[in-house]
T-cell receptor, first 111, second 113 residues
Framework: GQQVMQIPQYQHVQEGEDFTTYCNSS?????IQWYKQRPGGHPVFLIQ?????EVKKQKRLTFQFGEAKKNSSLHITATQTTDVGTYFC???????????FGDGTTLTVKP | GAGVSQSPRYKVTKRGQDVALRCDPI?????LYWYRQALGQGPEFLTY????????KSGLPNDRFSAERPEGSISTLTIQRTEQRDSAMYRC???????????FGSGTRLTVV
């Protein structure tokens, strides 16, 4: 079945440094979604990417969808302590109704 | 409602007992999903519905697990003859339809003792 891998598993940064997490799918995707889960909380939807090569920005966050629609990345510029949490990607294969989640990248930010 | 509501928030049950977990999705959301999340891992798909129809139950671990959404709104995930390995956070999510992002509830923490 479809597999979604995320790297790195953990990332520790100093406040103000940049952060990137990468997501790779074993199958071509129709879309990819990104979620943020704060410690003790539930996943919160951030964005969905649909088109090959698509790039979307939300303030300091930049999301990319690969040309082959099998990989994606999330980049945070100048991290802040409020960015702490686990970032999950979730990929949906063509004709599938469900999204498959990766195991996430946990970001800690040292003030 | 304003968000996805799950009940109970916490459930402790003895091995062998049946449990029913409830999910009340956002009003008007067509799609409803059940996921299970272990500590330190991403949500693992269990099953999903469009309206009242169960579209995919391929993630249900075995026949002790079942789910229903009889009127296309509230859903119940039932686990019969619970085992310790069933202990986990069970998360429900809904979306406008399958092409949209999910809104998750706060989850039900199930502990089987």
């Amino acid at each position: 079945g479809q597999q979604v891998m995320q790297i790195p598993q953990y990332q520790h940064v100093q406040e103000g440094e940049d952060f990137t997490t990468y997501c790779n799918s074993s199958t071509t995707l129709s879309n990819i979604q990104w979620y943020k889960q704060r410690p003790g909380g539930h996943p919160v939807f951030l964005i969905q990417l649909v088109k090959s090569g698509e790039v979307k920005k939300q303030k300091r966050l930049t999301f990319q969808f690969g040309e082959a629609k099998k990989n994606s990345s999330l980049h945070i510029t100048a991290t802040q302590t409020t960015d702490v949490g686990t970032y999950f990607c979730a990929g949906r294969s063509t004709n599938a109704g469900k999204s498959t989640f990766g195991d996430g990248t946990t970001l800690t930010v040292k003030p | 409602g304003a968000g996805v509501s799950q009940s109970p928030r916490y459930k402790v049950t003895k091995r062998g007992q049946d449990v029913a977990l409830r999910c009340d999705p956002i009003s008007g959301h067509v799609s409803l999903y059940w996921y299970r999340q272990a500590l330190g891992q991403g949500p693992e798909f269990l099953t999903y519905f469009n309206y009242e129809a169960q579209q995919d139950k391929s993630g249900l671990p075995n026949d002790r697990f079942s789910a229903e959404r009889p009127e296309g709104s509230i859903s119940t995930l039932t686990i019969q003859r619970t085992e310790q390995r069933d202990s986990a956070m069970y998360r429900c999510a809904s979306s406008r339809d399958r092409a949209y992002g999910y809104t998750f509830g706060s989850g039900t923490r199930l502990t089987v003792v």
